[in-house]
């Protein structure tokens, strides 16, 4: 089979430059002496560095996960070339202000460009993307002193970050950590507590790891009111910035997961003997308000790693379904007939087109949220970049959670397509399964991000957040209406099809709302995670429904065949995604706006 691209850059360029206006970045001050092509040449850069020092070992590590001899961990040595490339090409500092060392890269290229690399690599790729947000988290909140120790040598790649919140017997309810933080003299901190599933918790790849830690100073008060933040670094730093003793931070030993097997995953003990040097990161008791900003952005992450998964098994399965001869179609009884390639068959094509609009509309959905991330951040005025970060906020999400869970159901459908020879090791579908999985449970399960779209995102500042994109999704139906040509054929069924679900989605929503107001808390929630999923396919057929738009919008100008083809084809996933997986809301809000209670009522002693 031929070499498979890792992104479609078509696709690529098609979602920065026309589903998303990117072009319009460079009239922003921060951006003025950047171009387009600087822009193509930072993504041709990461995919260069994608296809040589990452894809280079995706099975491998997979097949050869880290070991733990005592002492030291011990990762296969391309893990270190392609940490090393990463941090050379300067992505680790990418998207710093020129007179930081960094080179003022807008968020969606830095994003596109990670993709590239998670499309290679998921496994690898974790180590920077960890040390992209401990790092930003320090530029964001830490004193200029721990800034200047720290961030340069977390730029230049010497040094890895970590996020450092679950403990073994708390995954998610963080209120309920109990890693203390006792205050010295000279102004730092003990630490003492467990922490789990950490991610790069320890490596061979960099001298050092910054550990961002959540703890509770002693006497703060309980709950997420009473968290701090500290930097702990594995090994402490000098004055001079070089390498003092060993902190009191210690691997206890290597957690072994189904999937992303490359990125070592750990238990770490702080405070075996006298307690892990700890710095405060801002003020007491507001570290968790700080860590949102790491795990919002990793949020996005995990979403966009979940879509290139399972984009990577839709290309995949393409190209196998696009080789493979077997069977011949229903009105061909010759058995000595040649045989046809299953991508002739009608229900492999449902399978691909199926993985087409769950990982083309998922990739388009973390896209637009990071251009969110960017307008909050650099948008022209204040009222620009508010509006942006209320969006942004609202569907944080869903941006999460719709990918992983759907991401993964388009690797089911590669294995499906690969047969037998799905469920080998010899082909990758099964491993971008394996790998895949573990995204429904990263920075949150899809029953927490229920809870928080419903009991806080949603109702938040008198629904200032829903309205608005509710707002922002009518948008596109003034477009179709205004414009005649848009009023014929497909994009009018699709477009009067989303308008009715977004109407639906528009009365169980206050239905829902009365209900908590009403202090049902208990009945309104319990089946957040239905709306969480019935949110998600209505923000994501309208994703699809602004790519038909501009498809149709395309096609009408008669463009050479290969583009057409491309346009045709966001078309059919457009239609596919509105026609057969919108729909399935109607039943979400039957349940929904009856506050259905089947699952709330079930008793433990009946199971």
């Not at 990452?54 to 491998?60: G, L, P």
């Not at 009715?500 to 957040?528: S, Y």
């Not at 065949?561 to 729909?583: H, M, S, T, V």
Request: negative net charge; glycine residues 8%.
């Amino acid at each position: 089979m031929s070499d498979i691209k890792l992104i479609d850059d078509r696709d690529i360029e098609f979602l920065l430059y026309e589903f998303l206006d990117t072009q319009a970045l460079l009239e922003r001050p921060r951006y003025q002496e950047h171009s387009r092509e600087i822009f193509n040449n930072t993504l041709d850069t990461a995919k260069t560095i994608a296809h040589k020092y990452f894809a280079n070992h995706n099975t491998k590590g997979d097949e050869n996960e880290p070991s733990f001899d005592g002492e030291k961990v011990h990762l296969i040595p391309e893990t270190q070339a392609a940490w090393d490339a990463f941090a050379e090409a300067g992505f680790l500092a990418a998207a710093y202000d020129f007179d930081e060392g960094g080179l003022q890269m807008p968020e969606i290229i830095l994003r596109t460009a990670m993709g590239y690399v998670t499309a290679a690599n998921p496994s690898t790729t974790v180590y920077p993307f960890l040390t992209l947000g401990a790092a930003n988290l320090i530029r964001s909140f830490a004193s200029d002193k721990h800034k200047a120790t720290y961030l340069p040598p977390m730029m230049d790649g010497r040094f890895a970050g970590t996020m450092a919140l679950t403990e073994p017997g708390q995954g998610s309810a963080l209120a309920d950590i109990t890693t203390s933080a006792k205050p010295q003299d000279d102004g730092t901190y003990r630490i003492f507590g467990q922490k789990m599933f950490i991610t790069g918790g320890d490596q061979s790849l960099t001298e050092n790891i910054i550990h961002m830690v959540l703890a509770r100073v002693e006497g703060a008060p309980v709950g997420t009111k009473g968290i701090s933040m500290f930097i702990c670094p594995k090994v402490l730093v000098n004055e001079d910035g070089s390498l003092g003793e060993r902190n009191d931070v210690a691997l206890a030993g290597l957690l072994h997961k189904m999937g992303y097997k490359n990125a070592t995953s750990t238990v770490l003990n702080f405070g075996e003997k006298d307690g892990a040097v700890g710095y405060l990161v801002g003020e007491e008791n507001k570290g968790l308000s700080y860590m949102f900003q790491l795990m919002n952005e990793a949020r996005i992450s995990v979403g966009s790693g979940a879509s290139l998964l399972g984009y990577q098994g839709y290309n995949y399965s393409l190209e196998y379904a696009r080789n493979r001869p077997q069977g011949r179609p229903p009105t061909d009884r010759d058995p000595s007939s040649k045989q046809v390639n299953i991508i002739e068959h009608a229900d492999v094509r449902r399978m691909l087109l199926a993985q087409k609009a769950y990982c083309e509309g998922s990739l388009a959905l973390c896209l637009y949220a990071s251009s969110l991330f960017e307008d909050s951040q650099t948008g022209i005025t204040e009222e620009d970049r508010k509006a942006a970060f209320t969006l942004l906020d609202l569907i944080t999400p869903v941006v999460k959670t719709f990918p992983s869970k759907y991401g993964l159901k388009a690797n089911e459908l590669a294995i499906q397509i690969l047969g037998g020879s799905g469920y080998i090791r010899e082909y990758p579908v099964e491993q971008y399964y394996r790998d895949n999985r573990l995204n429904a449970i990263h920075e949150g399960t899809d029953g927490i991000h229920g809870l928080d779209l419903l009991a806080r995102k949603v109702p938040m500042k008198d629904m200032a957040g829903y309205q608005a994109m509710s707002k922002e999704m009518k948008k596109i139906l003034k477009t179709i209406k205004s414009d005649v040509n848009l009023q014929e054929g497909r994009i009018r069924e699709l477009s009067d099809t989303f308008k009715d679900a977004l109407k639906t989605l528009d009365n169980t929503t206050m239905m829902l709302m009365m209900t908590l107001g009403k202090g049902k808390i208990e009945l309104g929630l319990a089946n957040a995670n239905l709306y969480l999923d019935m949110f998600g396919r209505v923000l994501v057929s309208w994703v699809w429904l602004k790519q038909a738009v501009i498809a149709q919008q395309a096609l009408d100008q008669k463009p050479h065949k290969d583009d057409e083809n491309f346009y045709q084809g966001k078309l059919q996933a457009a239609q596919y995604y509105i026609r057969w997986e919108l729909p399935e809301i109607d039943h979400l809000a039957k349940l929904l706006q009856a506050n259905d209670d089947t699952c709330l009522a079930m008793q433990d002693e009946w199971f």
